[in-house]
């Protein structure tokens, strides 16, 4: 039965009912049978709208898209072993995000909702705007004082309406919460249609890889909606009979706020409160991701793991993929972290994605090109 099933309380409702969660106030998940026709699949335009058999938009007429999707992945030596990286940061507004906004705001459209609204550390905000923009649909970005220039220039060009509050990324998604009490919520966390895009990541991974499923995903881990919606393709895919195995989904978090990884550790099931102190990779700076418990389940379920790494281990990262002609933002280098740091990842086909572009942060990255320059002259592999 197609609709949205709150993981709360089993209520259902209609699939178009414009709601974000549940009247008890629990979490909504689409249910929807996902089908693929891999005959007509190699046959369409190399976008992720090529699954369109998997996609919970009922009418062609109100997909939103600016042919997005089908990133190169591509192997990579990182010394400690071959790395398969997905260059989602080629996405149009420079991230992955891009996936989960082009099906939430076609859903939006569909359901003739006229205004929404989200809350970002910037990535999710810098999507949700472009794709609003393209269908005509009036936006509202609320993001942290601290978010990037980059990110909010991107955001105003949109046309956007941009807001930024004070304090921690908590006081931002709490603003946003009583913003959408009279606005349709477009969250990257709560809105269950946004997962309903980041799942077509595991479909072209599948299809680059043969057809068939990689040994383990590194994901960098907040909210967790590239793991959440990972893990959901790759059970369709499975229902399908299209793949034997579920990858490991092993979830990368900064050290400076892993609240993921406590719970993880300590065998809990509800998210920990726990000291944080910031981070240059402020995609996953989230002290308290309203799916927690979704995500350690899945990684519990798919025998993964939740690992961390410093900050000065993600700069190394950064330099070694800038070193091969990789430019990309803080978090992105997560996972790259994590494959040098533990050698246990390290077995069999690995998948990472690279899921937001270096132009996204120059301020911090310039920083870090400055110290990596300074530590390459002093061994003497530069001159000037």
């Keep these: ?82 790395l398969l990286l997905k260059l989602e940061q080629l996405f149009p507004t420079g991230s992955y995000k891009d996936r989960g906004a082009a099906v939430l705001i076609s859903k939006a459209k569909e359901m003739g909702i006229a205004r929404v609204v989200e809350d970002s550390s910037g990535n999710a905000g810098c999507a949700i705007a472009a794709y609003a923009a393209k269908a005509g649909i009036e936006c509202e970005i609320l993001v942290p004082e601290s978010t990037s220039p980059g990110k909010l220039a991107q955001i105003l060009l949109y046309g956007a309406a941009l807001r930024r509050i004070p304090g921690s990324r908590e006081n931002t998604a709490n603003a946003a919460l009583a913003a959408a009490e009279t606005t349709y919520y477009a969250s990257h966390s709560w809105n269950p249609f946004f997962f309903q895009g980041t799942k077509t990541f595991a479909y072209e991974v599948w299809e680059q890889l043969g057809f068939r499923a990689p040994d383990a995903l590194l994901l960098p881990t907040g909210n967790g909606t590239l793991l959440i919606g990972s893990w959901i393709g790759f059970r369709e895919l499975k229902e399908n009979g299209l793949v034997d195995i579920m990858p490991r989904h092993i979830a990368v978090q900064a050290e400076n706020c892993a609240p993921l990884l406590a719970m993880f550790r300590n065998g809990l099931d509800s998210v920990p409160v726990i000291a944080t102190r910031e981070t240059i990779a402020e995609g996953v700076a989230i002290a308290n991701p309203v799916r927690g418990k979704e995500i350690v389940d899945i990684v519990r379920e798919t025998g993964g793991e939740v690992l961390a790494v410093s900050d000065a281990e993600v700069e190394k990262a950064l330099i070694l993929l800038g070193g091969k002609g990789l430019y990309v933002e803080p978090t992105s280098a997560l996972p790259v972290a994590a494959f040098l740091k533990y050698p246990g990842v390290r077995f069999g086909d690995v998948v990472a994605p690279l899921t937001g572009h270096g132009l996204k942060a120059d301020e911090k990255m310039l920083e870090i090109a400055s110290k990596g320059r300074k530590k390459r002259r002093r061994e003497g592999r530069t001159t000037a």
């Design 1 to 82: 039965m197609n609709g949205l099933l709150c993981k709360s309380c089993g209520t259902m409702y209609p699939m178009n009912d414009p709601r974000w969660r549940c009247d008890c106030g629990g979490l909504l998940t689409v249910c929807f049978r996902a089908r693929f026709d891999r005959e007509k699949i190699v046959r369409r335009k190399p976008t992720m709208w090529r699954y369109r058999e998997a996609l919970p938009i009922d009418d062609d007429d109100h997909v939103v898209s600016f042919e997005e999707g089908m990133t190169p992945m591509i192997p990579v030596d990182l010394g400690a072993g071959s």
